[in-house]
C-alpha cells in the first residue's frame, strides 16, 4: 500500500491539492460565516437570559443533528455545489461557538464587572475592555470546536458535489482502493490535528495576556 501512496503522489500530486484547497477554503468560509453570526447571537444572548435560554437549547438539540442529515435536507431547497455544503457545515458550527461564546461572558466575576462599572465605564468600554478580553479565551474554544466539526463534516460534502478530501475518501471506498482511503482520511485527520493545535496555542496566549 506504501507503493501505491508514494505513486499517487508522484502521478497526482496535483489532483490531491486541487481537493486539498477546496477543503481548506470551504471549511474556512463556513468557519468565518459561523463566526460572524455565532459571536453576536452568543453576547446577545448573554445580555438577555431569556434569548439565552432559547438559544441555548436550540443550540444543544442541532448538535443531535448528523451532519448528513443536514446535507440531504437542504438538497431539495438548493440543489447540489458549494452552496449547499457552506450553509450546512456553518449550520453545524454555529453550536458551539454560541455555546461557549455564552459561557465565556457567564463566567466574568460579577466584581470584575462591578469594579469597572464603579471607576465609570459605560457600556461600550465594558464590552471592548473587559467583557470580550476575558470571555476571549472560551470563545476560542468554540471557534476550535466548530472548526474540528466543519474539518471533518466537509468530507461529506463530496456527496452533493462541494468537492474537497472527501473525493479520494469515496473514491477509495468504490473502487476498494485503499492507498485513496489512507490519502484522504489521513489528511483530514492530520488537518483536525493541525488546527486543534494552533487553536490551543492561540487560546493559550489570549489566556496568559489576559489572566
Known amino acids: 500500500m506504501l507503493k501505491q501512496i508514494i505513486e499517487y503522489f508522484q502521478t497526482d500530486a496535483s489532483e490531491f491539492t486541487g481537493y486539498l484547497v477546496q477543503h481548506i477554503k470551504l471549511s474556512l468560509i463556513a468557519l468565518i460565516i459561523a463566526i460572524c453570526i455565532g459571536i453576536p447571537l452568543g453576547y446577545f444572548s448573554y445580555r438577555n437570559k431569556k434569548v439565552g435560554e432559547v438559544l441555548t437549547t436550540s ?3 442541532l448538535r443531535i443533528i448528523p451532519s448528513l442529515a443536514v446535507l440531504f ?27 461557549n461564546t455564552i459561557l465565556g461572558f457567564n463566567e466574568i466575576p460579577a466584581i470584575t464587572l462591578e ?13 471592548n475592555r473587559i467583557e470580550f478580553p ?5 470563545i476560542l474554544n468554540g471557534i476550535k470546536l ?5 474539518i471533518a463534516s466537509a468530507t461529506l460534502a463530496t456527496y452533493i458535489g462541494a468537492g474537497g478530501l472527501g473525493t479520494l475518501i469515496f473514491t477509495g471506498l468504490g ?9 484522504g482520511g489521513g489528511t483530514v485527520a492530520l488537518l483536525s490535528l493541525l488546527s486543534m493545535a ?13 489572566g
Open 175 to 183: 473502487l476498494y482502493r485503499m492507498d485513496l482511503l489512507v490519502i
Open 73 to 99: 435536507i437542504l438538497i431539495p431547497i438548493i440543489g447540489v455545489g458549494e452552496l449547499p455544503a457552506l450553509i450546512a457545515l456553518t449550520f453545524l458550527a454555529i453550536p458551539p461557538i454560541i455555546m
Open 146 to 150: 466548530a472548526l474540528v466539526e466543519i
Open 134 to 138: 476575558l470571555a476571549a479565551p472560551y
Open 59 to 61: 443550540s444543544q438539540l
Open 198 to 210: 494552533l487553536m490551543d496555542l492561540l487560546i493559550e496566549k489570549v489566556g496568559e495576556n489576559h
Open 115 to 127: 469594579v469597572a462599572r464603579g471607576i465609570g465605564m459605560n457600556q461600550k468600554q465594558l464590552r
